[in-house]
């Protein structure tokens, strides 16, 4: 008997805790809680990222426009060369030959001319004397006119033969640094189809640029003059400086991606960036300092009747953008203008002053579940079922 009595007892206080729960809605008190910024001077950056390659602002490959054996080289990689400085020169002895059979030539058009002409000049004599025809007097003179055509094509093929063994005698066409070399002492050119490439050669590798391959989906965003930092990584611990100096028309596609190449300048007084190095770009292309700005997030902010507790109010204005204040027992929206925006702030140009504290989010807490109010998405679509108005509402 005791234990059934102690048993009709337990479910008693059973039944009673369970009544009172049903009867407070069956579940805990909720409490909203907000989240404020303060509109303040900062800096408003956007940037995009890419990567592209170092060389150098000017190089020039030199090659060779004559054929022959590479008999002497006299620089080697990183060699230091001045403008009109010999470094290479190819053996010389056909070309030497052609040239002494370019001279032969137009010794004996020489004397061949000499002869015609003196021919002439007696024909015509014999001519104007009415001793020979006029057919025998114009064959004169066309011979006379062959002549002096051989003596200028032969001249020609002496200044031909000149300059292809001038042409042996490679030189620097700049100032600058040997990166390249192509040949060796003993190797054979060919110049028959195209220029065979000798040597690279660098002008200034103190002043280098950047290549960089930019999205098409980014490309609208970048423009001459503005700021880029990058880095490499065999330098992983510096950041290097630059700024775009050319925006390239031309678009390259490669597997259906759309690129195009934007120039960037590049100092390099210390010489670390090398020519052929990977740098990773960053370049920014919206740059405020200093301007009065709020967390963009501020601006989707919009306070809901269910957010209001006992006593408090909704203070609205029509604009198309406004940002909240919570002042005592009232949501008061501010119309303000706004400028430029990274997405995480945005420029106030007007509306509202330097040092106020906006709403940005909230957050309901107890019941079921927390509710964290982002609004980014629509924070006020119906809540979930069994949660009424009172219990939507901050006790």
């Given at each position: 008997?005791k234990?059934k009595?102690?048993?009709i007892?337990?479910g008693?206080?059973?039944?009673?805790?369970?009544?009172?729960?049903l009867l407070?809605?069956?579940?805990?008190?909720?409490?909203?809680?907000?989240?404020?910024?303060k509109v303040?001077?900062?800096?408003?950056?956007?940037?995009?990222?890419?990567?592209?390659?170092?060389e150098?602002?000017?190089?020039?490959t030199?090659?060779?426009?004559?054929s022959?054996?590479v008999?002497k080289?006299?620089?080697?990689?990183?060699?230091?060369?001045?403008?009109g400085?010999i470094?290479?020169?190819?053996?010389?002895?056909?070309?030497i030959?052609?040239?002494?059979?370019a001279?032969?030539?137009?010794?004996?058009?020489?004397?061949?001319?000499?002869y015609?002409?003196?021919?002439?000049?007696?024909?015509q004599?014999l001519?104007?004397?009415?001793?020979?025809?006029a057919n025998?007097?114009?064959s004169a003179?066309?011979s006379?006119e062959?002549?002096?055509?051989t003596?200028?094509?032969?001249?020609?093929?002496v200044?031909?033969?000149?300059?292809?063994?001038?042409?042996?005698?490679?030189?620097?066409?700049?100032?600058?640094?040997?990166?390249?070399?192509?040949?060796?002492?003993?190797?054979?050119v060919?110049?028959?189809?195209?220029?065979?490439?000798?040597?690279?050669?660098?002008?200034d590798?103190?002043?280098?640029?950047?290549?960089?391959?930019?999205?098409?989906?980014?490309?609208?965003g970048?423009?001459?003059?503005q700021r880029?930092?990058?880095?490499?990584?065999?330098?992983?611990?510096?950041?290097?400086?630059?700024?775009?100096?050319?925006?390239?028309?031309?678009a390259?596609?490669?597997s259906?991606v759309?690129?195009?190449?934007?120039v960037i300048?590049?100092?390099?007084?210390?010489?670390?960036?090398?020519?052929?190095l990977?740098?990773?770009?960053?370049?920014?292309?919206?740059?405020?300092?200093?301007?009065?700005?709020?967390?963009?997030?501020a601006?989707?902010?919009?306070?809901?009747?269910a957010?209001?507790?006992?006593g408090?109010q909704?203070?609205?204005?029509?604009?198309?953008q406004?940002?909240?204040?919570?002042?005592?027992?009232?949501?008061?929206?501010h119309?303000v203008?706004?400028?430029?925006?990274?997405?995480?702030?945005?420029e106030?140009?007007?509306?509202?002053?330097?040092g106020?504290e906006?709403?940005?989010d909230?957050?309901?807490?107890?019941?079921?579940?927390?509710m964290?109010?982002?609004?980014?998405?629509n924070?006020?679509?119906?809540r979930?079922?069994?949660?009424?108005?009172n219990?939507?509402?901050?006790?």
């Open positions: 008997m234990n009595k102690l048993w007892g337990v008693a206080v059973a039944v009673i805790a369970l009544v009172v729960w407070s809605g069956g579940k805990s008190e909720e409490k909203v809680e907000f989240e404020t910024a303040e001077k900062q800096d408003i950056h956007t940037s995009i990222t890419a990567t592209g390659t170092i150098p602002v000017t190089s020039v030199v090659g060779t426009q004559v022959g054996i008999s080289l006299y620089v080697d990689y990183n060699s230091v060369v001045k403008k400085q470094i290479a020169e190819l053996d010389k002895t056909n070309l030959s052609e040239l002494n059979r001279k032969a030539d137009l010794t004996s058009a020489q004397s061949t001319l000499n015609e002409q003196a021919n002439f000049n007696r024909y004599t001519f104007d004397k009415g001793l020979v025809s025998d007097y114009e003179r066309l006379f062959k002549a002096r055509q003596v200028a094509s032969s001249r020609e093929s200044q031909k033969a000149q300059t292809n063994l001038g042409y042996a005698t490679i030189t620097s066409p700049i100032d600058g640094v040997v990166l390249s070399k192509s040949v060796e002492e003993g190797q054979t060919a110049a028959s189809f195209n220029t065979p490439e000798l040597f690279t050669i660098a002008q590798l103190t002043d280098m640029r950047v290549i960089a391959d930019i999205d098409e989906a980014d490309i609208g970048v423009k001459e003059g880029v930092s990058f880095t490499v990584d065999a330098f992983p611990d510096d950041k290097f400086d630059g700024a775009v100096t050319q925006v390239r028309q031309q390259t596609t490669e259906n759309v690129t195009y190449e934007v300048s590049a100092p390099n007084k210390d010489l670390k960036l090398k020519p052929g990977t740098a990773n770009v960053t370049i920014f292309t919206l740059e405020k300092n200093n301007v009065l700005a709020a967390p963009t997030k601006l989707r902010f919009m306070p809901n009747e957010l209001l507790q006992k408090q909704i203070e609205d204005v029509e604009a198309p406004k940002i909240w204040t919570l002042e005592g027992n009232t949501f008061k929206a119309k203008e706004t400028g430029t925006t990274n997405g995480m702030l945005t106030i140009v007007s509306g509202i002053s330097e106020t906006v709403l940005v909230f957050t309901i807490t107890g019941g079921d579940e927390e964290p109010g982002e609004q980014a998405t924070p006020f679509m119906p979930p079922r069994g949660r009424n108005n219990q939507q509402q901050k006790k």
